[in-house]
């Protein structure tokens, strides 16, 4: 049985089928061959002119290694090698020569026969030379972005310095002076410490957000039950002053960097306690579960809850929907989750009814387990 009759399910010699291929080995804009172990091209399409200019009846006398780049050619040989022992080959890249004298990177595969063998060949320069713009374009990303990382940190940091100086020198003002200044002037007094502060909650949050974003997170088990407590007892008086209840579900123990973990948490619940209409005290849930490779931690309230429309926004930086007068805050804490959840590999979401409440979702994959380690199993 003739082996092209196999190939396209025919048993018996068919002279229509041949045609067919025939037809298709001519259209073909790939570069199809069949090479004999002589070094020489028994059968070959018109792609390889078309493709690389050297006439048929050149190719047909010279050997396909010598249009081989010089460089690719004893690679070459080897994979020929390969396809002599039987074997097949999936994508060999190597550079051709074209008869002008350019150079054209191509993908190869082949396979075996019994006096030639069979290759099929891609022209992939164009494919090869947008992949490697893109990795000089996201290399070129990362520099400026750890630069800019460096910039944020740095800034915030000699910042802090300065506004240290303004707002002890208000303070020593204030309880030295503020007899001497008549009502205006203390009125002045207080709107400049106001501002000192809003701007070290500012600094502060810039440099969590900073550190964040530039440590890689050092996982490790963490007690979220325990953790969640630290929370609570570092917002106790917040939390105290909105008269918000915080119930806590079972949690896990799950693998992560625990002050991340923790500055997330302590985000969430501040804000689930602090965005609550006046004169109506917050109920607070903490719960988690576990899906498949994950665990989900959510942190709900029954608050003023958010708009549709604003659900993906508020976790860009800066992102308020209120004014200072209503509900203070910097706008950096949400992005500040987002980053943390992101460095753990995860996520975070919020599903809420305006008027009703909000709950934000974080799910943080389980890490890889250590080779030989059994994987831990957090909880049922
Ligand atoms: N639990 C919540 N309920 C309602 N709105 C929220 C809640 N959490 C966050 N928001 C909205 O998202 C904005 C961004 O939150 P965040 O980044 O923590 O900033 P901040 O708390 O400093 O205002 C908030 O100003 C608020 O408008
Ligand atoms: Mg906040």
């Known amino acids: 049985m003739n082996r092209l009759d196999t190939a396209i399910g025919t048993s018996a010699f068919d002279p229509a089928a041949t045609e067919h291929l025939t037809r298709l080995f001519a259209m073909s804009p790939d570069l199809l061959a069949a090479a004999g172990f002589d070094g020489l091209l028994k059968h070959f399409n018109d792609a390889w002119e078309q493709q690389l200019g050297w006439p048929r009846a050149v190719m047909e006398t010279k050997p396909y290694l010598d249009i081989v780049h010089p460089e690719d050619r004893s690679e070459t040989e080897l994979q020929i090698g390969r396809l002599a022992q039987g074997e097949t080959i999936a994508e060999y890249v190597c550079r051709m020569v074209c008869v002008d004298g350019s150079v054209r990177w191509m993908a190869w595969s082949g396979g075996p026969g019994d006096e030639a063998f069979y290759i099929v060949g891609r022209d992939v320069s164009e494919r090869l030379a947008m992949e490697h713009e893109l990795a000089q374009r996201a290399d070129r990303l990362q520099g400026t972005n750890a630069e800019l990382q460096d910039f944020a940190y740095t800034a915030s940091h000699d910042l802090s310095e300065p506004l240290r100086m303004v707002a002890s020198f208000l303070g020593l003002l204030e309880r030295r002076s503020a007899e001497d200044l008549d009502e205006k002037g203390r009125e002045y007094l207080r709107l400049a410490s106001d501002g000192a502060v809003r701007m070290r909650h500012l600094i502060d949050d810039l440099l969590t957000y900073s550190r964040v974003a530039n440590e890689e997170p050092r996982r490790e088990q963490v007690d979220l039950h325990a953790l969640v407590d630290d929370v609570l007892a570092v917002l106790g008086p917040a939390i105290a002053e909105t008269g918000a ?53 959510t942190v709900a309230d029954d608050g003023i809850g958010i708009d549709e429309a604003d659900q993906e926004r508020i976790f860009a930086m800066f992102t308020r929907l209120h004014g200072r007068d209503a509900y203070a805050g910097t706008g950096i804490g949400l992005a500040i989750c987002r980053r943390i959840a992101e460095r753990h590999g995860g996520r975070i979401y919020v599903e809420s009814t305006p008027g009703q409440g909000s709950m934000f979702h974080t799910l943080l994959p389980d890490a890889p387990a250590a080779p030989g380690t059994p994987r831990q199993q957090a909880f049922a």
């Open 245 to 297: 209840t915080v119930e806590v579900g079972e949690l896990p123990t799950l693998e992560a960097e625990p002050t991340q973990l923790a500055q997330l948490l302590q985000n969430l619940i501040g804000n689930a306690a602090k965005f609550h209409p006046p004169g109506r005290s917050p109920t607070v849930c903490v719960s988690a579960r576990r899906t498949t490779g994950a665990c989900v931690l």
